[in-house]
């Protein structure tokens, strides 16, 4: 476990080390853009951040990479892929890894984000518990390579795209990059609406009795682009709607319906 497909597994230190990063820009970007009015690079920079979000981590690792529940194009792997990365959420194989094992352990003692289990904070800020029996159920995942390249070279990805966007943007960009991209569909969207409210009844509804103690929100689901309708994902992960009613408006799934299926 210390090693696996050539680089170091535990890299826990590594991706808090990031977050603490994250955070810490976000909290000096974010005032410093409001104070000046810089009212429109704010709003693009929300709206770049929704599409990297939806593409990338929610049509991209989800819906393909962890559930195969559709069939990309070989540049549309690469695409989801590198608009992943884009977000700071760690390398997508062991993510996916991750997220496979929660939903064969989700809300148990094996679950390793359930906050029922390792506690809200260490969930909203992705300190997720570890277990020998991730790697079981990845073996499909070497045969892609745009999960392996990302894989291999995830922190040098992520030193080119931050010093990428500091460098042509400049210090305001940089900050709202890392802010929206990184801080927003890491932690605000992925941790704490999807991975930390979505598993407490009592802040949603539910259509199915599933095992775990997923719940369907839609403040949340628009937030997170879909992801929070996460009793009817639970219930029936293998399909890429999440939305069971018509109502229930999915936009990530939309987007794969509408354009990502079709290139």
């Given at each position: 476990m210390r090693k696996f497909l050539g680089i170091s597994f535990d890299?826990?230190?590594?991706?808090?080390?990031?977050?603490?990063?994250?955070?810490?820009?976000?909290?000096?970007?974010?005032?410093?853009a409001m104070y000046i009015g810089a009212w429109s690079m704010l709003g693009w920079a929300f709206v770049w951040a929704y599409l990297v979000m939806?593409?990338?981590?929610?049509?991209g690792f989800h819906r393909w990479a962890s559930h195969h529940s559709w069939k990309p194009s070989e540049w549309v792997k690469w695409l989801m892929m590198a608009m992943f990365c884009h977000g700071s959420p760690g390398s997508p194989l062991v993510t996916v890894l991750f997220h496979r094992y929660h939903h064969k352990h989700s809300?148990?003692?094996?679950?390793?984000?359930?906050?029922?289990?390792?506690?809200?904070?260490?969930?909203?800020?992705?300190?997720?518990?570890?277990?020998?029996?991730?790697t079981s159920s990845g073996r499909d995942l070497f045969k892609e390579p745009s999960i392996v390249f990302f894989h291999r070279h995830y922190w040098k990805y992520q030193a080119v795209i931050y010093l990428g966007a500091l460098l042509?943007?400049?210090?305001?960009?940089?900050?709202?990059?890392?802010?929206?991209?990184g801080f927003w569909n890491a932690t605000i969207a992925g941790h704490i609406l999807d991975?930390?409210?979505?598993?407490y009844k009592f802040l949603g509804y539910r259509w199915f009795e599933t095992k775990d103690q997923s719940n369907n929100n839609p403040i949340f689901a628009w937030l997170s682009g879909g992801e929070a309708w996460h009793n009817n994902h639970h219930a029936k992960p293998g399909k890429y709607y999440f939305g069971h009613k018509w109502w229930e408006f999915d936009p990530a799934g939309f987007l794969i319906w509408a354009i990502l299926k079709r290139v």
């Open positions: 890299y826990e230190r590594k991706m808090h080390t990031q977050w603490i990063f994250n955070a810490i820009v976000t909290a000096i970007a974010v005032p410093y939806c593409i990338g981590a929610n049509a809300d148990t003692e094996h679950d390793p984000h359930s906050p029922h289990v390792i506690g809200w904070f260490r969930g909203a800020t992705g300190r997720f518990a570890k277990s020998s029996g991730y042509i943007g400049g210090p305001l960009f940089f900050g709202l990059f890392v802010c929206f991209c991975g930390v409210l979505s598993h």
